[in-house]
Structure formats: C-alpha cells, structure tokens
C-alpha cells in the first residue's frame, strides 16, 4: 500500500558531494517525520538525519556541518545533501517515513530498500 522509492547513490571521491532523494507513494494519510538512517558492513544501522513535519532538523554528530537534510510535502519527498564526503560515510542509506494511511489514524515506520553509497578514490 505504500511503497519509499530511495534514489542518488554512488560511487563519489572523498570531499565530493550526492543528493539522496526518497519519494512515498500511495494510499498515505499524513507524514510525520522523515529521515534517513545508514548501515555499513559489520555495524549496526544508525540515524542520519530526520526531519519533523514541521521541519526541525535533528542529525548525527558526524554529519553535522556536512548534510542536509529536507522535505517537499507537496511531493512526500524527502531529500538529503550530502557534502565534503568522508570513506566513512561509506554505507546503505535507507529512507525512513513514519506516516498514517487512509482509514487508519494509527502512524507506522515505513523504509526504503536502500541506495549504496560509496565514498573511494
């Protein structure tokens, strides 16, 4: 019923920048906060970015500084700028959507399936 399609992952250099979008589609109600959370390989998933409905930012201490996160609601999109990029930052950047459908009140975490991001020269 509703579906997170993430997309602009890559292969980038170190200090280079990529732009993540995540666009929901389907029977959705109302969004409330969005966000993107990565994995690496051996380590547990970690939180990002996310933004409110009312677009308070909150993000991890590593990316402070360096992304950006941001949402058209007219779109169900959410973005994330990513800037001066680090091997570090090498992940699976998964898109997260607590948000409600039509005929439930009730709000619910959807994810994307993840778009790779790999920060190498």
């Known amino acids: 019923q509703v579906q997170l399609v993430e997309s602009g992952g890559g292969l980038v250099q170190p200090g280079g920048s990529l732009r993540l979008s995540c666009a929901a589609s389907g029977r959705i109600r109302s969004i409330n906060t969005m966000g993107w959370y990565r994995q690496a390989p051996g380590k547990q998933r970690e939180l990002v970015a996310v933004?409110?409905?009312?677009?308070?930012?909150n993000y991890a201490d590593s990316v402070k500084g360096r992304f950006t996160i941001s949402r058209d609601n007219a779109k169900n999109t959410v973005y994330l700028q990513m800037n001066n990029l680090k091997p570090e930052d090498t992940a699976v950047y998964y898109c997260?959507?607590?948000?409600?459908?039509?005929?439930?009140?009730?709000?619910?975490?959807?994810w994307g399936q993840g778009t790779q991001v790999t920060v190498s020269s």
């Open positions: 933004i409110t409905s009312s677009d308070r930012e």
């Open positions: 997260n959507a607590q948000l409600s459908i039509y005929y439930d009140s009730r709000y619910y975490d959807y």
